[in-house]
Structures are given as structure tokens and as C-alpha cells.
């Protein structure tokens, strides 16, 4: 059930970003002018540091390798994939419900490189368009000729490097070094800096998925604790809306030495 939440997140966010690009940036980009972001003060160029995303998404593919095999190891996978596909989920129905009532211009990087409209805007075209940028995970979004134009305002990108990381360095046996886990966050650190580096993204777009991403997060380990210590129903945290969601996504997990995350590294 878990795995139905998350893949309709990411299509309900899929298909939102898609909408914006063929109806409304596609076709009219030069309509709109880039706002200013702070990355400006620190240099004219307009395409950004070359290379910098590809960084990004590779860096995305080793994390996504690191979830692998810790998936693979664990005696708890069951709980982690529980628990990773609802955060998942959850992140990309707010990421569509950002972006779909607050739409910001393409960076000064993407004025007049968005890809052209590439449906006629019907509801079928659309849905068939989302499918197939699904299937590449939102990788090569920048490249042939396939400049998606309409995920301002919070960047999926930043999101889920942060969801894979802190997963990692969270549910992996205390005998991985510590040393490991500090280079994951150096590196985690790094490609988000990188999306900014590279004129991807506004930083407000890398800011507001930090915050949303760390707090939700941190809101269901703190929940986790506190139902272990049955203290649910007197803590503000059970006022979260998905608490409900959370309770029944908990209720049948077995209670043992694997149930916490080992730490919040």
C-alpha cells in the first residue's frame, strides 16, 4: 500500500510539473523574466558552473546504490521501506501542491532553453507525456533537448538526496564507520550546493525542501519515540494531519531492536 502512496506522489507531481511546462512556460518562456537570486552576487555567468548538475545526479545514483544495499543487509527492510515510501509520498503531494499554486519563471539559466511543448495540452496527451518523464526519475531533465520548466519553488532534486541520505546514515548497522557516514552527509551537502551552483534552481526552491524535508522527518522519528514510550496522546505532535496515517502504517510493525532508527546522525 505503501508503494501505491509513493508512486502516485511522484505521478501527481510529475503530471503538475508537466502541465505548467506544456501550458504555460513551453510555449510562452520568453513572456517571463528569471527573478533575481543570491547566487547573482557572486557572479555574472548566466549558464551556471558546467557540469555541476551532472554531479548532482550522479551523486543521486550513489545514494540511491547506498539505499540499495543497505536494503539488502538489513534484517528490517520491511520496516524502512514502509516508512521511506510514505516520506516519499508525502514529500512530492506537498512538492505538486507547491508548485501548482505558487508558479515561479525559469532560472536565468533556462530563459528561452525550455523544451518546446511536446503535446497539444490534453488531458490524455499529458498523462502519457508524464509517464515516460517518470520513467527516467526526473534524470537528464536538462538535457536533449528536454528542459522541464515548471518545478520551481521546490526542488524534488534536493528532496530526495536528503530522504536517501539520512536513511541511509539513520537505519545502517552501527559497525558501518562513522567516517562513511560524515562523507555522506559532506556529500549530500555538496550536490545540493551544486543544483545552486549550476542556475537549476532558485535557492528559495533548495531552502523550502530542506526545511520541509529535515522537519517531517524528524516529526516521525519523534513519533516513533514517543509512541515507544506510549505517550502519543499527550504530546502536540499527534496534531500533525497525518498522524492518523501514521498510526495505521505502524500498527503491525513487529517491536524489536530494529524497530528505532539507530540514531539520528
Known amino acids: 500500500m505503501m508503494m501505491i502512496w509513493a508512486i502516485s506522489g511522484v505521478y501527481v507531481n510529475a503530471f503538475v510539473e508537466i502541465y505548467l511546462h506544456e501550458t504555460v512556460f513551453g510555449p510562452n518562456q520568453l513572456e517571463y523574466e528569471p ?11 548566466r549558464n551556471g558552473i558546467d ?8 551523486a543521486m545514483l ?8 543497505l536494503l539488502a543487509l538489513s534484517p528490517n527492510r520491511q520496516v524502512i521501506i514502509r516508512r521511506f515510501c510514505f516520506l516519499g509520498g508525502l514529500i512530492y503531494f506537498y512538492r505538486a501542491l507547491f508548485i501548482s499554486v505558487t508558479t515561479l519563471p525559469p532560472t536565468r539559466k533556462l530563459v528561452g532553453e525550455c ?5 497539444s495540452g490534453t ?13 527516467t526519475g526526473g534524470f537528464k531533465m536538462n538535457q536533449d533537448g528536454n528542459n522541464i520548466c515548471g518545478g520551481y519553488l521546490f526542488s524534488g532534486h534536493t528532496s530526495i538526496i536528503i530522504l536517501f541520505s539520512r536513511f541511509v546514515c539513520n537505519y545502517s548497522s552501527k559497525k558501518l564507520p562513522r567516517s562513511f557516514k560524515y562523507g555522506l552527509k559532506v556529500l549530500e551537502v555538496l550536490s545540493i550546493v551544486c543544483i ?3 542556475h537549476e534552481h532558485y535557492t528559495i526552491d533548495i531552502i523550502t525542501a530542506w526545511f520541509l524535508m529535515t522537519r517531517e522527518m ?3 522519528t519523534s513519533l516513533l519515540q514517543t509512541q515507544d514510550e506510549n505517550l502519543n496522546e499527550n504530546i502536540a505532535l499527534t496534531n500533525v494531519w497525518w498522524s492518523s496515517f501514521f498510526e495505521w ?9 530494529f524497530y528505532l532508527p539507530k540514531e539520528n546522525f
Do not use: K, N
Not at 62 to 69: D, R, T, V
Not at 123 to 135: A, K, N, P
Not at 249 to 257: G, H, K, M, N, V
Open 196 to 198: 545552486i551552483l549550476a
Open 115 to 119: 523544451s518546446r511543448p511536446q503535446t
Open 123 to 135: 488531458i490524455g496527451e499529458l498523462l502519457i507525456r508524464t509517464f515516460f518523464f517518470v520513467l
Open 218 to 220: 524528524w516529526i516521525y
Open 35 to 45: 527573478l533575481w537570486d543570491i547566487y547573482e552576487l557572486f557572479g555574472e555567468e
Open 51 to 58: 557540469g555541476l548538475f551532472s554531479f548532482t545526479e550522479r
Open 62 to 69: 550513489f545514494f540511491l546504490i547506498c539505499y540499495i544495499f
Open 249 to 257: 502504517i505502524e500498527e503491525d510493525l513487529p517491536r524489536d531492536e
